[in-house]
């Protein structure tokens, strides 16, 4: 079982910065694809960001310019660095892994961009 934590989540103004973590507990980590997915209220979630375990990385449209997906398989963790942010936004983000063996998801985190 791998367990997924996500941190960093905030109340931020638009055009703030924030970084989302995601730690993994095992060392699969560094042998797995990972992503970023968000939820906003009433809507579906979307995939927002991925990594790839050799670095190859991929952006939702909405995002691209702005948000930054990293990782660092020495520390099992995942990084988003999300810039010039907009109230559209605001949504729990959750951390997901995929891997041979299975596909695990984070409890989330809450980001809410509004002055």
């Known amino acids: 079982q791998v367990q997924l934590v996500e941190s960093g989540g905030a109340l931020v103004q638009p055009g703030g910065s924030l970084r989302l973590s995601c730690a993994a507990s095992?060392?699969?980590?560094?042998?797995?694809?990972m992503n970023w997915y968000r939820q906003a209220p009433g809507k579906e979630r979307e995939l927002v960001a991925g990594?790839?375990?050799?670095?190859?990385?991929n952006y939702a449209d909405s995002v691209k310019g702005r948000f930054t997906i990293s990782r660092d398989n020495a520390k099992n963790t995942m990084y988003l660095q999300m810039n010039s942010l907009k109230a559209e936004d605001t949504a729990v983000y959750y951390c997901?892994?995929?891997?041979?063996?299975?596909?695990?998801w984070g409890q989330g985190t809450q980001v809410t961009v509004s002055t």
């Open positions: 095992r060392s699969i980590f560094s042998r797995s694809s």
């Open positions: 997901n892994l995929v891997s041979i063996w299975g596909n695990y």
């Open positions: 990594i790839t375990s050799s670095g190859s990385t």
